[in-house]
């Protein structure tokens, strides 16, 4: 009861820890499809061009992570605690789930991967000085990501914002924030899919062990 008690804490930490990262990380994508759209387009004059700037500045920078509780997990595995839980479909869950965080890992270091990919684009593509006053904005609060456009626009001062327009490097940023958007929403569902793994083993525990007796 005390393993099951204290992995009931940590899938409420999960729950919490992941609500907070959907509703991050779905904004984000919404801003990611807005970029595609903008970059789309001609680039054809210095509005447009700095709105692609702006755009990429705020929405390709963070993204929220979930670094889910596996104190007891550990605890379970490490000291033989499996052993001191009799019911199979409670203890079938409870590996499924830790299946379900290290599939989510792996998803995190593939959407990581196509950040890196993206933030080496970038350099190659824009003048990222221009951006000093934003990045130092989000550096000093990782949330402020979610604060309007407005807010970064006006850290960003007149300039030349694309010092390469070959239409090349241009169409290979496209694709650069395509797959990520796209891995990044396929990370939103696993950790979705993790979410719904925790709600009801929380509920098969509790339906199963009377834990505050």
Excluded: C
């Excluded at 402020?144 to 010092?163: S, T």
């Amino acid at each position: 009861k005390e393993y099951l008690n204290s992995l009931v804490t940590d899938l409420n930490e999960d729950i919490n820890k992941i609500s907070f990262a959907l509703n991050g990380n779905v904004k984000l994508v919404e801003g990611l499809e807005a970029l595609l759209d903008l970059i789309a387009e001609p680039l054809d004059t210095e509005e447009k061009q700095r709105k692609v700037f702006l755009n990429s500045v705020k929405y390709t920078y963070w993204y929220l992570n979930v670094d889910f509780s596996e104190n007891t997990l550990s605890q379970l595995i490490n000291n033989n605690g499996f052993q001191l839980i009799k019911d199979k479909e409670i203890t079938d869950a409870i590996l499924q789930y830790q299946k379900g965080i290290l599939k989510s890992k792996q998803q995190y270091d593939e959407l990581f991967n196509y950040f890196h990919a993206l933030e080496e684009r970038q350099k190659e593509l824009f003048n990222l000085s221009l951006g000093r006053e934003a990045y130092n904005f989000l550096e000093e609060n990782y949330l402020n990501m979610f604060e309007p456009l407005e807010a970064f626009d006006q850290l960003i001062p007149q300039g030349n914002y694309i010092v390469n327009k070959d239409s090349n490097v241009l169409n290979a940023h496209y694709g650069d924030i395509l797959f990520y958007k796209t891995t990044m929403s396929l990370t939103n569902d696993f950790i979705k899919e993790q979410n719904n793994m925790a709600k009801d083993l929380i509920h098969l525990i509790e339906k199963k062990y009377k834990l505050n007796d």
